[in-house]
Structures are given as C-alpha cells and as structure tokens.
C-alpha cells in the first residue's frame, strides 16, 4: 500500500484568508472612516464628529430599537417554532409530511419571500380580498398600516417564515449525531410526557449544536436589509436600511456617518449575542430546577397542536405568497376586492422580460462562479483534513461561522470604501468575491457531514490496487459523492442568488442582480413587475436544486446504489 501523500496546506490557507480577510478589511476600513479617516473624501482622522453626528439623528433611538426588538423577535419566535414541531412530532407521519413541505422553501430568497407575504397581508392584498365576501363586506382597501408598520410586525413575520426552515434543516443534521430517539424513549419510560421528555432528554445536547446557527439567525435578523425594505418601516427606518441610505448618498462625507452607525450596529449584535447567552443559561438553570423537582407534563396536547399549527402556517404563507408572485406576474386587470383579476395577460413579461432576462444571466453568472470557486476550496479544505487526519475545532467552528455572526453592515461599508480607495470596486469579480465570502460557511456546512461518513475502506482498498490518493478522490470519492456535492452546489447558488447588500454596496450600483432589481421596485409599487422579478428570483435558486436531485439519478441510473451516495 502506498503511503497517503500529504497535501500542502494551500487551500485551507487560501480559504481562511477569503473567510476572515474580507472582514477584518472591511471591519478596519469602517473603523477608520468611523473615526473620520477617509482619504477619498479628502478627510484626515482621527476624529468623533461622525458620532457626534449620529447622536445628533433625531431617529436614533427609534432605529435602534427597531434592529432589536425585530430581530430578537424573530429569532426567539422562529426558535420555539423550531422546538415545539421537533418537541411533539419529530419521528411521526405528520412530521415527515411538514418536514417535505418545508425542506424546499430554504432555498427561496429572503426577499422573494417578503414580497409574496405583503402580496398577502396589505391591505389589498389576497387576505383582505378573502375576508371582504364573507366577513367584512369591504369594497376598498381598509386603511390599515399592516405592511411596513411602525413597530416592525410584518417584517418579524417575513423573518419568522424564513429562519423556521433553516433551524428546522440545521435541527434535523444535528440530532442525527445524538441518538435523539434513544433519549426519547429513555425520559419517556421515566413517566413524562413527549414534550417535555425532548426537551429535558433530547434539547440539551441539540441546542449545543445549533447555537452558532442560532446566532447567525439573531444577527443576521438584526442588520437584514433587503427584507427591512420590503416590510419593515420608513420613518424611521431599522439602523441597517438607514446605514445603507447614508452609504448611497452622493455627499463621500456622509459615509463617516454611515460607518459610525455600522460599528453602533456591531455593537448592538454583540450586546445581544451576550444577552441571548446570558439567557441561555438562565433556562439551562431553570430547566435543571424542573427536573429536580419533577413534574412529569404529560398533558401537552395543547401545545404540540400549537406547534404543528403555526409550522403549517409558515408553510401556507409562503407558499401562498410565491402563488401571488405567479398570479401578479400574468395579471391584467385586477380591481379590489376581486379575488382573482379579470384576466392574464403577458404584457408585463413583454416589457420587463428582456431586461429582468439579462440580470438573470448576470445573476446566474456570479452565482455559477462564486459556488464553483467555493466548492473547489470546500473539497480542497476537507480532502486535506482527511490526508492529514485532522478535524474541525470549535475555534475553527466559530472562524467559519465569523462572516455569517458579523453584521454585514459592519464591514461591507469598509469593504467598499477599501476597493473603492484601490480602483476594484464595482466589478462584476469584486461583486463574485463578496458572494464567495458568505457562500463558502455553507457549502463547507453542507459537505462536512457527508464526506466525513464516506465509507474509507473504499479509498484503503483503491490504494492497495495502486491508487494514488490524488486518484482514489477524483475517481472514487468525488464521483460516489455526487449527489451531496451537488446539493451544496445548489445550496451555494441559492445563498449567492438572494445576496442583496454586498451585490448592493460593492457593485456600486452597477452590478444588476434579480434581488438588488426587486428590492428597488419595492419603491415604486408596480406589482406586476415586482411578481415578474420575485418569481424569477425564485426560479433561480430553485432550479440548482432540481437539477441537484435529477442530475445524479440520470448518472446513477444503471448503479442504484449511488443514487443516494
């Protein structure tokens, strides 16, 4: 048997300067123009005034506590959603039956989804159209600020039916690894009920897999952008909007400013990270008090029918909101309170089909090439680890999570202003190398599981018939794991199609994408062209997932084996 070459540590080295140097780039050139440094506007640091200016915004305290309340709304009412449908179903018929109902709306964009939502719940949207026959006899649009309100409501919502999917996914990889159902059955031979048997037997050891994701849930909540457009209030906007006004602002002063604001939107992401944790232990130490004094709460029908419920209502409004996509895209005229317009036309595909046609291809492009850039450091990272026998630490855990937890308002201002400062910035690449920053976390969390349960006793026998190890991977491993190396494919163009502000900031404005075209439709209220966009965008990410699940059945067709290597 030949000995296993090992390979040079260039990719992984290669891939941790892609992860962390766009952030610390980004993060420093914020502090910098933060602290009036910012040599393109003529300005020389260090100075305060930037955050003598932001104290001085009379909206301050109201976006501030918008990006809280919003965000740790969410991610607190997207969790427990999480908790109750695994807590009362996980192993049944009607939680395999949600569970494939929602597995396929992780890869609808934040946006898309937005738009179908305010399709349903504005005031002339199809829930008004709904109720107006048969309860409320309206036959104008009732004035009610539901979408866009000022406490943020809507755009909870928007967030809640989008995290539940992925903590869902996240959940689901994470018990494999804990014997869930073992330690079901053991609490509940102990006499307690199903729902507190998961959550004082099987809850702890998940939630210690899935905090960085929890995390990643609640900051990415806090500073979401395209989503606070579409949903959330204007007067005043959360922080993250406002920064990113300041930022497109032609006056180059205005983005101390915005950089200012940015490193107040870190700041609070920590805050509440630490507060997140510090409950964390606060309910570890009251659960422990339960157990001890041991009350069995084996009446739980109530809530396990909560559970299931509201999993099912944020399936039907999202599928529901990508059926308004369809219908606004083909309507013609369409008069309140009609269910249904009058007729369909493609009028609205004639005129925005060619150009929403281009930034589609363009869109495909950098989706194609960030992905495919990502998925050659992923594979080049993992085989290393495998030659050198080495695993992934929690400290290389946090690393690969770090450009997910970081606002992206916090260092893609800084990031522009660097490119911008180096002549790169506003570039189809600049704007492929921003993607790949946030693409990579997931094709890495996407092929870790898989290619670590690949079966080696395959390469052992590939190497005593005279394989080199350069061989055994590209003939026998990579062929066998086709069909999850092209799931994280589709997962990487999925997370690549929905990216809004770095295509937004680095691009400048001139790198066209279906997210940043949608979002910037969402001013000027054209429904139709908004449908035409969001179900496109849809299309898009959705697209590599049906070829991700045919392709390797085509392939595999004569060897059913590797049909579901």
Known sequence: MRPSLALPPVLPLLTILVLIGPVLAGLWGTISAAFGHLPVAGLQGPSLTPFQTLWEWPGLSAS????????????????AITLLLLAGWSGTRPFRAVLRLLSPLLSVPH?????????????????????????????????VLLVQDPMGLAMTLGLVVKEVPF???????ALSQIDSQGRLRVAMALGYGRMAAWMFGVLPALYARIRLPVYVVLAYSMSVVDVAVILGPNTP??????????????????????????????????????????????????GRRLIYRGPRLSQDGLWRAFGLMTSLLCVGLVLAGLAGLVVWSFAARWSFPDILPDGFSLRSWQRNGPAALETLTTTFAIALAATLAGLILTLGCLETEERRNLRLTRKGLWLLYLPLLVPQTAFLPGMQTLLLGFGIDRTLWAVMLAHLVFVLPYLRLSLE?????????????????????????LTLRLPMLLAPVMTALAVGMAVSVGQYLPTLLVGGGRVQTLTTEA???????????????????????LLPFVLALTLPLIVWRNRRGLQHG
């Not at 599981?449 to 991977?473: H, N």
């Open 64 to 79: 501030v506590r918008l990006s809280l309340v919003t965000g740790g709304l969410a991610t607190f009412l997207s969790l």
């Open 111 to 143: 946006a898309a989804a937005a738009f179908g939502l305010m399709f349903l719940i504005q005031p002339s949207g199809w829930i008004s159209r709904a109720l107006s026959p048969w309860l409320t006899g309206w036959q104008r649009p009732p004035d």
């Open 167 to 173: 903590l869902l996914l996240i959940s689901l990889a």
């Open 237 to 286: 906007p959360p922080l993250s909007v406002q920064i990113v006004r300041w930022m497109g602002e032609p006056d180059l002063t205005l983005r101390t400013l915005a950089s200012a604001a940015a490193l107040l939107q870190l700041a609070l992401v920590i805050g509440a990270l630490l507060l997140w944790h510090g409950g964390e232990r606060a309910l570890a130490a009251l």
């Open 449 to 473: 599981g898989p290619y670590k349960a690949w079966d080696a006793r395959l390469g052992a026998v590939g190497a005593a018939m005279g394989a080199s190890p350069s061989r055994i991977f």
């Open 519 to 541: 979002v910037a439709l969402a001013a000027g209220g054209d429904r139709r062209a908004i449908g035409l966009y969001g179900l496109l965008q849809t299309a898009a990410a």
